[in-house]
């Protein structure tokens, strides 16, 4: 069952003031609203470069079932593979300097290194029904069962597109959530408080912490957020970034930013390393692909 306590809002911490403020705030809630994360110029950058892609997705869910048509939101588009798609997202986001700094400071004590595990733009339409509450560490059913001192599964940085309000779907976060004794148990929407924000402030999330998108009910205004989800690297990303992002995009891309996403050796607390080529680091395969030696 729940403790009880929630609180009225977010703690908002500008992104100026660093990642021990922050981390302070979203270890207090199990959220916090980073102010600024970054600018409104770079926002406009990433929204033109993926508004193509966006234009050719229909809304609603491509998975069968009605229950994930429901989740997904059958006024919703979801575009991922950002990497391929914004040359601004990999240079602003993908290696963002306290977007690192907060993932090493929850992640490398706990479990060593890290990974990304997808990048999601989730552009909610008009006339959205708000979505089922949840807790994203789901997506690996042993955390729900090693209860609120396990280690962090996933968060998530839902970055802010477009403007976030309560009318047009701001997610919607329960603080406090990641400490309920019961990770199965989800309490209520009416316990959750909106995460309203401008363009380019963010919110992070724990995967422990209750939240879902909110409801639209604006007649013309479309909610655009992007889902940048971390966690550590012995969990099997939802992304298959190896199988989607160009050789020619990735050797282009500093060292941090190909270990985010598959393209090095990860090295998890008491492991020899994981995810080898021929057992040495995968870092031989961005120079001579495996099937290149093959050949010669």
Known sequence: MAS????????????????????RAFRD?????????ISSDKVDQINAEIQPAMDKIATGSRMAGDWLK?????QTKRLTNMITHSKTFREVLLDNDLIHQLCEGIFREETGSYWMNSA???EIGPGSRAQEIHRDQRQYPVFT????????????FMVAMTDFTVENGATRITPG???WDDMAYDGSPEETVPAEMSP????????K???????????????RGLAITYQPSYLTPEEAYPFLVKKDIVAKLSKRAQSAIGFRTQFVNGSPGLWKCDYGDSDDTLHTPRWEKDAN
Request: aromatic share 4%.
């Open 4 to 23: 009880g306590k929630t609180s009225a809002s977010l703690q908002q911490i500008r992104a100026s003031d660093g990642w021990e403020a922050i981390l």
């Open 29 to 37: 809630d199990g959220a916090v609203i980073i102010k600024g994360l």
């Open 70 to 74: 429901e989740f997904h939101g059958h």
């Open 120 to 122: 999601q733009v989730i």
């Open 145 to 156: 069962a090693a209860g609120p001192n396990a280690p962090e599964a996933v968060v998530n």
């Open 177 to 179: 959530s990641h400490k």
């Open 200 to 207: 380019g402030d963010a919110c992070l999330m724990s995967g």
């Open 209 to 223: 912490v209750v939240h879902g998108g909110g409801a639209n009910t604006t007649k013309d205004f479309q909610r």
